[in-house]
């Protein structure tokens, strides 16, 4: 089914990708105003015949592109700081997910609740049905809480997977013998797609990841069907 979502990426659902989305327009702005300079230096350079024979040397003009790009770097260092630790912040979570990567799909677990565990496959092109995304949906898709911290375990039962939903900034390796863990939150209710980023073999580009934001209240009856 071709839809917009099919060709673009998503928007926003966390804060934390708002963040991440004002520092690239932040730092595209810089790159822009420093290409823009270099080109009119360029161009004036090549436009005019000055010849400066006895210039021997110019310690202002050094001074300048010396600390110029020194303060540049700053502006673009801070935020990035800022944002990388914010992104390795945990926050009291209120629900936990663990997610472990197989060849090829992925299996969760909810450890806040009993029995709560399932695996999600991609829905093949002889399956789908009117309204169903290619190569994206997926026969059971992951529930979670809107407005809620949630937690999210990230492993592998096999070769190195990475857990990844573009628009709620979380991206995570899934590494056999290792539990990474990352915290997000999901401002708004809608369902959101995303990919394996790691080549994990021949099937890698066939499992899906498929977040759908809920009500609390339609969380917790998801969960009591499961």
């Given at each position: 089914m071709a839809t917009w979502t099919n060709f673009s990426?998503?928007?926003?659902?966390?804060?934390?990708?708002?963040?991440?989305?004002?520092?690239h327009d932040h730092t595209m702005m810089i790159l822009v105003m420093?290409?823009?300079?270099v080109l009119y230096i360029i161009m004036s350079m090549?436009?005019?015949?000055?010849?400066?024979?006895?210039?021997?040397?110019?310690?202002?003009?050094?001074?300048?592109?010396?600390?110029?790009p020194a303060i540049t770097l700053i502006f673009i260092a801070l935020p990035s700081l800022q944002i990388l630790y914010l992104l390795d912040e945990i926050n009291s979570?209120?629900?936990?997910?663990?997610?472990?990567?197989?060849?090829?799909?992925?299996?969760?677990?909810?450890?806040?609740?009993?029995?709560t565990e399932f695996d999600s496959y991609m829905i093949s092109e002889n399956e789908q049905t009117l309204g169903s995304f290619r190569l994206l949906d997926v026969d059971n898709?992951?529930?979670?809480?809107?407005?809620?911290?949630?937690?999210m375990m990230v492993s592998s039962s096999d070769v190195i997977h990475s857990w990844t939903i573009p628009s709620s900034s979380m991206k995570m390796d899934a590494?056999?013998?290792?539990?990474?863990?990352m915290s997000f939150f999901m401002n708004r209710i809608g369902l959101f797609f995303g990919q394996c980023s790691e080549i994990c073999g021949t099937n890698h580009s066939f499992m899906p990841i498929v977040v759908e934001s809920i009500?609390?209240?339609?969380?917790?009856?998801?969960?009591?069907?499961?």
């Open positions: 990426t998503q928007d926003s659902i966390s804060p934390m990708m708002e963040q991440l989305t004002f520092f420093i290409t823009l300079i090549m436009s005019n015949k000055y010849i400066n024979r006895l210039l021997l040397d110019g310690q202002m003009i050094e001074l300048i592109w010396t600390i110029a979570p209120l629900v936990s997910v663990k997610t472990i990567g197989h060849q090829w799909y992925w299996s969760y677990e909810l450890s806040d609740f009993k029995k898709r992951l529930a979670l809480p809107v407005n809620t911290q949630i937690r590494t056999p013998g290792r539990l990474n863990q009500l609390p209240k339609y969380f917790i009856q998801w969960v009591k069907t499961l």
